[in-house]
C-alpha cells in the first residue's frame, strides 16, 4: 500500500500503526478489500510495540482466507470472452439481439443467486474489544520485569496480548500498564482480572482504565 510504504519494514508498520490509532479498519467501519490488501502486505504479524497495527493484524486474521476474499470491494468477475463472429452466410439479422438479451439475464439471474447464497452463508463478525489495564505493584521493591513476565505468560482462548509498559504513579512507585484484545463471547474481564491478581507475590491491584469495542 503506496500510503504506508512497504509494510514488511519497521518505517512502513510504524506508518500502519499510526493511521490505525483512530481507526479500526483501512476504509469505513468494516472489513473491505483494503483491509485484506494490507493484511497480505504485511504477511506476518508486527511487533508488539505496534499495539494497533497487531490489533489490526489479529482481527483480519481471524478470518479465513475464503471469508477475507469475500470482504466488500473485491474486483469484478471478468466479462465473458465475445462469441466467435459468425459468417456472414450464418447470420441472424434479427434473432441476435434477443439471444444476447436473454443470455445477459440469464448470466445476471446465476450472479444474483450465487451472491445471495454466499451472504447466507457467510458467518457472523466476531465481537472484539480493545482493553487496557492498571496493573499496581505492592511497592517499589516490587520485581517489575517478573510482574509483566507473569501476566504474558496468561493463556485464554480468544486472549492476544498486546503492548506493556511502565507508568510512573509516585514517590518513585511504577505500574504497569498492559493491552490487550479479547473476543467478548470468549473471554470475561472479570476472569481476566482474577487471574492476573492470583500472582499475589507481586500484583497489589487490577483496574480498567479503557475499554473500547472493535
Known amino acids: 500500500m503506496s500510503q504506508f510504504g512497504d509494510l514488511k519494514t519497521r518505517a512502513g508498520q510504524q506508518a500502519l500503526n499510526s493511521f490505525l490509532e483512530s481507526r ?11 483491509d485484506n490488501a494490507v493484511f497480505e502486505a504485511l504477511a506476518t504479524a508486527p511487533p508488539g510495540d505496534l499495539f494497533h497495527a497487531l490489533r489490526f493484524f489479529n482481527h483480519i486474521n481471524s478470518f479465513t482466507e475464503a471469508e477475507r476474499k469475500a470482504f466488500p470491494g473485491a474486483s469484478a468477475t ?6 466467435a463472429a459468425k459468417n ?32 447466507a452463508k457467510k458467518p457472523a463478525l466476531v465481537a472484539k474489544s480493545c482493553v487496557k489495564l492498571d496493573i499496581k505493584p505492592w511497592d517499589d521493591e516490587t520485581d517489575m520485569a517478573e510482574m509483566e513476565k507473569c501476566v504474558r505468560s496468561i ?60
Open 24 to 34: 479500526s479498519y483501512i476504509e469505513g467501519f468494516a472489513p473491505s478489500q483494503a
Open 78 to 83: 471478468p466479462a465473458a470472452a465475445p462469441a
Open 88 to 119: 456472414d452466410d450464418d447470420f441472424d439479422l434479427f434473432g441476435s439481439d434477443e439471444e444476447e438479451d436473454a443470455e445477459a439475464a440469464r448470466v445476471r439471474e446465476e450472479r444474483l443467486k450465487a451472491y445471495a447464497e454466499k451472504k
Open 155 to 214: 493463556e485464554m482462548e480468544g486472549l492476544v496480548w498486546g503492548q506493556f509498559q511502565l507508568a510512573p504513579v509516585a514517590y518513585g512507585l511504577k505500574k504497569l500498564v498492559a493491552s490487550c484484545v479479547i473476543e467478548d463471547d470468549k473471554v470475561s474481564t472479570n476472569d481476566l482480572e482474577e487471574k492476573i491478581t492470583s500472582f499475589e507475590d507481586y500484583v497489589q491491584s487490577v483496574d480498567i482504565v479503557a475499554f473500547n469495542k472493535l
